[in-house]
């Protein structure tokens, strides 16, 4: 198994914070798999909600795992799959906790249902940690460690380590999802790809909402890979779908929860003229998207968001991922804060390595230390200084590495 970035916070969770452990994210990203890796850490028991042994079990005896044979002085591991499709799954687990912290420790993981099931009247709040489990990126296959300070590192002294042109190739044609990633066919992808989608929409969120118009929302996620890097029109997919405005805000809002796509909202504090509304939209599987340039920019973008989920889930800091544009159509990809404090902002041209007069245009209106034009090509690397800042032109591997 490919080690997991998140390996270590969990540990931490588990045996230093005592508290559950919630493991989310898309469908396929490898979930299972981690959780049952982390066995090889703890003595301990997996059990799965879809399996109709294990759902029997929990029904008829709920704290089984009581009765099993283990060593007294130390915690044993449960790991429950899919519990969140039991109706009664926080009280269970609540009870669980309650009453067995102190000799056991518990895992949950599921996908989008989990963290939608987790909101309103939380009554299991201070019972547990959560962190998402993303599909691959080039820095968790270099390095496998959530940390900040590499990458500030870098920022300051320059991104100096080898070239991961390779593994950013690979990940760019194949997908961060473990199966296509590691077997890097071109036919297993497509079967591959075209039965996650089918099953998502028509079983995952069907299941979960009770949707009607499933039709609609597969016509919607078919869309959505030709709007990546734009500013999202609801009313243009409106007229494209011939559904409600309504409508579609709600299966965009499913889509979201359920880990096919993510947004990314303008920046407005301290920029004139700026747009205030328009979110763009990024998928988590790059490889549907037929534009090369498209599919790089949302390869970045990727990178970014897991990187600035992982730093916050961790307590690294506080994190925010925005774009900027104003009303003159000035525009830069990506902006990143700490603390609401600008921290970098990244403009990605997939082959122009002359640094973007906009990347320079909003450095100093927003007063950002550093600014970085990623680019696709390889072999690319200059460290640039104007208006007393810093900006870099980068090759896409060299400086995905960095992050998490």
């Not at 300070?149 to 042109?165: A, E, I, K, P, V």
């Not at 961060?176 to 089918?198: A, C, L, M, V």
């Not at 690294?316 to 990143?336: H, M, P, Q, T």
Request: net charge positive; aromatic share 16%.
């Amino acid at each position: 198994m490919i080690a997991r970035n998140i390996q270590s916070f969990s540990l931490s969770v588990l045996s230093e914070y005592n508290k559950m452990l919630f493991i989310s994210g898309p469908r396929q990203s490898g979930k299972t798999t981690f959780a049952k890796h982390l066995l090889e850490h703890y003595t301990g028991l997996y059990t799965n909600w879809d399996v109709v042994t294990d759902q029997k079990r929990i029904i008829n005896d709920p704290y089984f795992f009581q009765n099993v044979n283990r060593d007294p002085n130390s915690k044993f591991l449960i790991i429950f799959d899919e519990i969140h499709t039991y109706k009664k799954w926080k009280n269970y687990l609540k009870g669980c906790y309650d009453g067995f912290n102190r000799e056991f420790n518990f895992i949950i993981t599921g996908s989008g249902r989990l963290d939608l099931f987790k909101k309103g009247g939380d009554s299991l709040f201070g019972r547990y940690f959560a962190i998402k489990l993303f599909p691959f990126t080039v820095g968790e296959l270099i390095y496998s460690q959530i940390d900040v300070d590499r990458f500030s590192q870098g920022l300051q002294q320059g991104f100096s380590n080898s070239d991961c042109y390779e593994i950013y190739q690979r990940l760019f044609t194949y997908s961060g999802f473990p199966e296509p990633y590691i077997k890097r066919s071109d036919s297993f992808y497509t079967i591959w790809s075209n039965e996650r989608k089918k099953t998502l929409i028509r079983e995952d969120i069907r299941n979960a909402y009770a949707v009607k118009d499933i039709s609609n929302i597969e016509i919607l996620a078919a869309l959505l890979p030709s709007k990546v890097g734009s500013a999202l029109s609801i009313n243009s997919l409106r007229e494209d779908i011939g559904a409600a405005f309504d409508s579609i805000k709600k299966w965009l809002l499913i889509l979201e929860q359920f880990y096919y796509v993510f947004f990314i909202r303008p920046y407005s504090k301290n920029v004139a003229r700026s747009i205030k509304k328009e979110p763009k939209v990024y998928v988590y599987d790059w490889v549907e998207i037929d534009d090369d340039a498209a599919r790089f920019e949302n390869i970045v973008a990727f990178h970014l968001y897991k990187t600035v989920h992982l730093w916050n889930d961790t307590g690294k800091g506080r994190f925010e991922l925005y774009y900027l544009r104003d009303k003159d159509g000035r525009e830069v990809d990506f902006f990143v804060t700490n603390n609401n404090k600008p921290f970098f902002m990244i403009e990605c041209k997939y082959a122009d390595e002359e640094i973007s007069k906009n990347l320079l245009y909003f450095q100093v209106k927003t007063k950002t230390p550093y600014a970085i034009q990623v680019v696709h090509k390889k072999d690319t690397m200059k460290k640039l200084h104007h208006n007393a800042m810093v900006q870099y032109v980068i090759s896409a591997d060299r400086f995905l590495q960095y992050l998490c």
